[in-house]
């Protein structure tokens, strides 16, 4: 029972998983707002405007400094991994994004005019720049609210 009670009274936690849901949530409303459609995939759907995952992790890095110290080897450690979390988003799952956008290209071209079942590949799974850089404002802000 100490466990449940220890988690519940997490704060690091819980302010990094409110920044995550508020960025989700952000993306159904962006959504709404640039291309007039309510589309409640975006809110379980990578990539996207503000990145979920730097939310998450900046929250995370910043609630543990708030907490340990900015100088405490546990916040050197969550900062670390927000970076890579940072690089990842923009980087590698971008390229992987514009891989998939080319495939689908080919696809259509092949099968343009043909009665032939296509299954395009997921376009949105990476984050421009912008959106990394709105998710790190996002997660910082909700945990310095928080705690």
């Known amino acids: 029972m100490d466990e449940i009670r220890q988690l519940a009274d997490n704060s690091i936690l819980w302010a990094s998983l409110l920044a995550w849901l508020i960025a989700q949530t952000l993306k159904v409303l962006w959504t709404v707002l640039v291309h007039k459609k ?6 379980v759907g990578a990539g996207g405007m503000p990145s979920s995952h730097t939310a998450l992790v900046v929250s995370l890095a910043t609630a543990i400094g708030g907490v340990y110290g900015y100088d405490s080897p546990i916040f050197a450690l ?26 689908n290209d080919i696809l259509e071209r092949i099968h343009k005019g043909k ?13 421009t720049p912008i959106e990394v850089i709105a998710g790190a404002i996002l997660g910082f802000i909700v945990a310095r609210v928080v705690l």
């Open 78 to 103: 969550a900062s670390i991994f927000a970076l890579i979390v940072m690089y990842d988003a923009a980087g590698v799952r971008r390229a992987a994004g514009k891989q998939a956008a080319v495939l």
């Open 38 to 43: 309510l589309d409640l995939r975006r809110f």
């Open 115 to 127: 009665d032939v079942p296509q299954e395009k590949l997921k376009e949105l799974i990476g984050h």
